[in-house]
C-alpha cells in the first residue's frame, strides 16, 4: 500500500505565495513521478506540475514561470512553490505519485487534496 500525505495551501491574496507539500510513504519499490493536479468548481481535474525521477518536469502552461515543483527526499516527497498566485489558481489540489509497490506492479496514487483559495 502507499499512501499520500499532503500538507499547506490556505487562503491567500493574489499576488501571494502558498506552497505545497506531499510525502509517500508505504510499500514503495520504487517512485517514479509525482507531481501536481487540481479541480476547481465546475471544472475537470487538470495537471499543474509533474516531475519525473529523472529530473523532468511538465507544467501547465497556465501556470509556468509562477510555480516550482521539486522532489526531495530520495524523491519520496515533492513540493510545489506557487508564486503570484491569481484568482484563477483557485482549487482543490491533489498530490499524484506513480509508484511499484513491487518491481513489476505500479499505480497512481492520490493524496487527500488541500484547498487553496486566491482572494482579496
Known amino acids: 500500500q502507499v499512501q499520500l500525505v499532503q500538507s499547506g495551501g490556505g487562503l491567500v491574496q493574489p499576488g501571494g505565495s502558498l506552497s505545497l507539500s506531499c510525502a509517500a510513504s508505504?510499500?514503495?519499490?520504487?517512485?517514479?513521478?509525482m507531481g501536481w493536479y487540481r479541480q476547481a468548481p465546475g471544472k475537470q481535474r487538470e495537471l499543474v506540475a509533474t516531475?519525473?525521477?529523472?529530473?523532468?518536469?511538465n507544467y501547465a502552461d497556465s501556470v509556468k514561470g509562477r510555480f516550482t515543483i521539486s522532489r526531495i527526499n530520495a524523491g519520496n516527497t515533492v513540493y510545489l512553490q506557487m508564486d503570484n498566485l491569481k484568482a484563477e489558481d483557485t482549487a482543490v489540489y491533489y498530490c499524484?505519485?506513480?509508484?511499484?509497490?513491487?518491481?513489476?506492479?505500479?499505480?497512481?496514487?492520490w493524496g487527500q487534496g488541500a484547498q487553496v483559495t486566491v482572494s482579496s
Open positions: 499524484n505519485a506513480r509508484a511499484y509497490s513491487d518491481p513489476r506492479s505500479w499505480d497512481d496514487y
Open positions: 516531475r519525473t525521477a529523472g529530473g523532468s518536469t
Open positions: 508505504g510499500t514503495i519499490f520504487s517512485v517514479v513521478a
